[in-house]
Nanobody
Framework: QLQASGGGLVQTGGSLRLTCAASERTFSSYAMGWFRQSPGRERETVAA????????YYADSVKGRFTISRDNAKNTVYLEMNSLKPEDTAVYYCAAQFVYPYMNLFRNPNEYTYWGQGTLVTVSS
């Protein structure tokens, strides 16, 4: 089970940190990803990280502004979002995919099996 939190209303240029807490005790066996979806648009990949946290992927639209990280001891993955723009407004979802013993990360939302409920991020102009 994945529980995403940390969304809210922020002004352009502001920052938020999203948190995704997993109940799975073998959290370190899962690659993780953050995705977002706004009304009328398909779900898009924001960032992904491998199970050890040693490799990450970012969408071009967030590269240099967002940082994905994880703390396997706390069964948690984070998305630090800086320099937020109105176009970042969306519901943000975290997702997990079992990958042990491999170190893959996955860029496509269709590659993930487990999904959190989403947290809304609204960036005002």
């Amino acid at each position: 089970q994945l529980q995403a939190s940390g969304g809210g209303l922020v002004q352009t240029g502001g920052s938020l940190r999203l948190t995704c807490a997993a109940s799975e005790r073998t959290f370190s066996s899962y690659a993780m990803g953050w995705f977002r979806q706004s009304p009328g648009r398909e779900r898009e990949t924001v960032a992904a990280i491998n199970r050890r946290g040693g490799s990450a992927y970012y969408a071009d639209s967030v590269k240099g502004r967002f940082t994905i990280s994880r703390d396997n001891a706390k069964n948690t993955v984070y998305l630090e979002m800086n320099s937020l723009k109105p176009e970042d407004t969306a519901v943000y979802y975290c997702a997990a995919q079992f990958v042990y013993p491999y170190m893959n990360l996955f860029r496509n939302p269709n590659e993930y099996t487990y999904w959190g409920q989403g947290t809304l991020v609204t960036v005002s102009s």
